[in-house]
């Protein structure tokens, strides 16, 4: 109860503040709309936010999906393969090095302006840090334990299975929950150099048009999707209980 309590009076006390300093400071409302006309405008364009939101998180969905599986395919690849550490991981570390948003137009060129873009666009934002995470929970398995289940004659396949996974789980719930939001911006950012629908192609048209509210109604949209998808995975993450917990 006390926290939702907190949480109610927070986000009441931004919202008040939003609201009163820029009637207080003479903003125009055309640099920064007060939250009340942000709501408004949103409300007028509740069925185009929703349908534009549904696209995104579409595009946020199969790509974070695909980033998962690719992390945890290439992170047990590199950890097991030495001829993969050598090669592949210099590789990702390298790609990882480059601006994404360098990258966005030349999904463009490859993929062009429909959803492929984009999901390629989400999969290169999220996809480094569960690789990360993956080898780093793999190689923070505790040597005592390793030694236990050779000393039992555990097959490879065994040991990586009811030793190796499920040790490297927290580490690789922590990675899931940074790639998840780095996910969502990877979407928007395919939609800001092109696109044809979405929130961050909706936020292109509202800037092109003027229409301010509606930018920051979108903006809002963006950051309420995150929010549920970052929550969600959280409440994913509960189920491996042994998290904080030593070997």
Not at 85 to 97: E, G, H, N
């Amino acid at each position: 109860m006390k926290r939702t309590v907190e949480t109610v009076l927070f986000w009441g006390a931004f919202a008040l503040l939003w609201e009163c300093g820029v009637a207080l400071s003479g903003v125009r409302s055309y640099l920064m709309p007060p939250l009340s006309k942000v709501l408004a405008a949103g409300w007028e364009q509740r069925e185009l936010l929703l349908a534009e939101c549904w696209v995104t998180l579409l595009e946020v969905l199969a790509g974070f999906v695909l980033a998962v599986a690719g992390g945890v395919v290439l992170g047990v690849a590199i950890h097991f393969n030495a001829f993969a550490r050598r090669t592949l991981y210099p590789f990702i570390t390298a790609l990882q090095s480059m601006p994404k948003i360098a990258l966005a137009p030349l999904m463009i060129v490859w993929f062009g302006y429909g959803f492929a873009s984009k999901l390629a666009s989400t999969f290169l934002f999220a996809f480094f840090p569960l690789v990360i995470a993956t080898l780093g929970g793999l190689s923070g398995i505790a040597a005592n334990l390793d030694e236990h289940f050779r000393a039992l004659g555990a097959s490879r396949w065994d040991t990586l299975l009811r030793l190796q996974l499920p040790s490297a789980l927290p580490s690789f719930v922590d990675g899931v929950k940074i790639a998840m939001p780095l996910a969502v911006i990877g979407a928007i950012v395919g939609e800001f150099i092109g696109a044809e629908k979405g929130l961050g192609h909706l936020m292109t048209l509202a800037t092109a048009n003027a229409q301010t509210d509606l930018m920051f109604a979108a903006i809002l949209a963006i950051t309420l999707l995150a929010s549920l998808l970052y929550w969600a995975v959280e409440v994913a993450s509960r189920a491996v209980w042994w998290r904080g917990k030593s070997a």
